[in-house]
Each structure stands twice: as C-alpha cells, then as structure tokens.
Nanobody, 115 residues
Framework: QVQLVESGGGLVQPGGSLRLSCTAS????????MGWYRQAPGKQRELVAR???????NYADSVKGRFTISRDNAKNTVDLQMNSLKPEDTAVYYC?????????WGQGTQVTVSS
C-alpha cells in the first residue's frame, strides 16, 4: 500500500549536481528512517545516505562532503543533494523507507555522470 515516487535523476557531466527527491504515500503511521541506496551493474546495492526521524544521518564514505540528505517528516519526503558528481557515482538510485521492520523501495532512478 505504501508507494515511493522518485524524481530528479538524469545525465550530468562530472562536477555537476543533481537533486533527487522521493515522496512516500499510502498508509504510513510512523517512519523510522528514509534513505538512498544505489546499485551499479555488476555491483552490490550500497547505502548512500540515510536519515532517521530524529535527524541523525549516515553517509557512505565515498559521498561524504559531496552529498547531503534531508527530509520533511510532515510530508514524508526525502531529498538527496548531490554535488561534485563523479563518474563512479553512476548507478540506479533507490529511495528507501524503513517502517519498523519493513523496508519499502522506490522504482529507482538512473543517475549517469559522464562527459
């Protein structure tokens, strides 16, 4: 019943920026955390950034200082501001919603960093 709608993916040049957005809808009582994961072909899905309902954040070492995660608890949205993008950031990015012991996932949005 819960759905996640993502937007903001696309093609950018190295050094460019993108802002990913995700909005959760449906029967949501309480969200423990929201975050972004990514997966490139042939690689495992990895955590990019995560933010709890209390505002605590966690970032992958590879994106620290470049990416910023934010959320609006009232709107059940989470954004990922990506700056100084590198080719190695190329992947499908997935929005994640963690409610109690259940994880919900968005459809994924492609981010391609290439010149």
């Amino acid at each position: 019943q819960v759905q996640l709608v993502e937007s903001g993916g696309g093609l950018v040049q190295p050094g460019g920026s993108l802002r990913l957005s995700c909005t959760a809808s449906g029967s949501i009582f309480s969200i423990n955390a929201m975050g972004w994961y990514r997966q490139a072909p042939g690689k495992q899905r990895e955590l990019v950034a995560r933010i709890t309902s209390g505002g605590s954040t966690n970032y992958a070492d590879s994106v620290k200082g470049r990416f910023t995660i934010s959320r609006d608890n009232a709107k059940n949205t989470v954004d990922l501001q990506m700056n100084s993008l590198k080719p190695e950031d190329t992947a499908v990015y997935y929005c994640n919603l963690h409610v109690r012991v259940t994880d919900y996932w968005g459809q994924g949005t492609q981010v391609t960093v290439s010149s």
